[in-house]
């Protein structure tokens, strides 16, 4: 009899040792997850407030299609983005809606919707809050860095998008399909340029 409790005993504890073990990894891993979530959500904050200071917003930006290299500057005024380019003299602006490409030595202009043109994906990664809440980004100490993969029309397109970490600057977009591989990097940021009246007016303005 007294063997038999004896065992029984043995039993109950090796039981309740597997519930308590089972218990804490249960409880480890809930931490673990509330703590990526809480880092995911501190992060989404982090990015948003910067996105949200581009409200007055110029850099430099240089752009490479694996052949040719381009330079000029980038403006953002509230929820207008234009891009000089410098050789050849040319200038895009995007809105949320709709863009417009000037070519100033030829004094053309051609309006376009952005509703699905993959230039809307850059104005998002500016100026839509949202945009980066859905990505899950790779951090360290340096740099962090969204990756998206999406269809525009027929064509596959991997984004990545770079942000020095400390302190937060957007540095680069890289664009890449099956034909193309285009990168934008960003440097010399400004966050309260002062604009002309017209600077981004949809109504091509030349210079003389």
Same mark, same amino acid.
């Given at each position: 009899?007294?063997?038999?409790?004896?065992?029984?005993?043995?039993?109950k504890d090796k039981y309740l040792k597997?519930?308590?073990?089972?218990?804490?990894?249960?409880?480890?891993?809930?931490?673990?997850?509330? #703590?990526?979530?809480?880092?995911?959500?501190?992060?989404?904050?982090?990015?948003?407030?910067?996105?949200?200071?581009?409200?007055?917003? #110029?850099?430099?930006?240089?752009?490479?299609?694996?052949?040719?290299?381009?330079?000029?500057?980038?403006?953002?005024?509230?929820?207008?983005?234009?891009?000089?380019?410098?050789?050849?003299?040319?200038?895009?602006?995007?809105?949320?809606?709709?863009?417009?490409?000037?070519?100033?030595?030829?004094?053309?202009?051609?309006?376009? #919707?952005?509703?699905?043109?993959?230039?809307?994906?850059?104005?998002?990664?500016?100026?839509?809050?949202?945009?980066?809440?859905?990505?899950?980004?790779?951090?360290?100490?340096?740099?962090?860095?969204?990756?998206?993969?999406?269809?525009?029309?027929?064509?596959?397109?991997?984004?990545?998008?770079?942000?020095?970490?400390?302190?937060?600057?957007?540095?680069?977009?890289? #664009?890449?399909?099956?034909?193309?591989?285009?990168?934008?990097?960003?440097?010399?940021?400004?966050?309260?340029?002062?604009?002309?009246?017209?600077f981004f007016s949809f109504v091509p303005i030349y210079?003389?």
């Amino acid at each position: 009899m007294v063997l038999f409790q004896k065992q029984t005993t043995q039993v109950k504890d090796k039981y309740l040792k597997k519930q308590v073990n089972f218990k804490f990894l249960v409880l480890l891993f809930l931490i673990i997850l509330f #703590s990526k979530n809480l880092i995911g959500e501190e992060l989404d904050l982090k990015i948003i407030t910067y996105l949200q200071g581009l409200k007055s917003f #110029s850099s430099k930006f240089i752009q490479s299609n694996e052949k040719y290299l381009e330079e000029g500057h980038i403006y953002i005024k509230d929820d207008i983005i234009r891009l000089d380019y410098i050789n050849p003299d040319r200038t895009l602006k995007i809105s949320k809606t709709k863009g417009v490409y000037i070519n100033h030595e030829l004094r053309e202009e051609e309006f376009f #919707s952005t509703k699905k043109n993959i230039v809307k994906t850059f104005y998002d990664i500016f100026l839509e809050n949202n945009f980066f809440s859905s990505l899950s980004p790779k951090e360290d100490n340096k740099e962090i860095v969204f990756e998206k993969t999406f269809q525009s029309e027929s064509t596959k397109v991997q984004l990545k998008i770079f942000f020095e970490n400390s302190p937060l600057l957007l540095r680069k977009i890289i #664009s890449k399909t099956e034909s193309d591989l285009i990168s934008i990097s960003f440097y010399d940021h400004n966050y309260n340029t002062i604009f002309e009246k017209n600077f981004f007016s949809f109504v091509p303005i030349y210079p003389d």
